[in-house]
């Protein structure tokens, strides 16, 4: 029998990490672009429908705050979360990322 190894340190939360694939600055600024344009088509199908962000937040169940930053291009949203906004507002999901938003509406 071989030596014992020393036990395996585990390393602090945020450091030491590499960065994960595809996280060059022209990927991270793709994705910005997407989520902005994302965020702006869905403001403006949820104020198209009529509906407050409280009022989304009860028919959906996503929070509120959590809105206000997908709307801002601010957050990361999972698909699923994409598929029950865009049926709340009543849009198909691919026009949520169709060109860049229209501003001034």
């Known amino acids: ?18 960065k994960r694939a595809g996280e060059s600055p022209e990927v991270l600024r793709n994705v910005a672009a997407v ?11 949820r104020q198209e429908k009529g509906l407050t962000i409280l009022q989304l937040h009860l028919q959906t169940g996503v929070a509120q705050a959590f809105i206000g930053d997908v709307e801002r291009g601010k957050a990361n949203v999972s698909l699923q979360t994409i598929t029950v906004l865009a ?8 026009s949520l990322f169709a060109g860049p938003a229209a501003k001034g509406k």
Do not use: D
């Not at 029998?1 to 590499?18: D, N």
């Not at 989520?35 to 199908?45: C, I, Q, Y």
């Not at 049926?87 to 691919?94: I, N, Q, S, W």
């Open 35 to 45: 989520l902005s344009t994302f965020g702006a088509n869905f403001r403006r199908a």
């Open 87 to 94: 049926a709340a507002v009543g849009v198909e999901v691919a």
């Open 1 to 18: 029998m071989q030596g014992k190894q020393p036990p395996r340190r585990a390393k602090p939360a945020g450091k030491g990490r590499g």
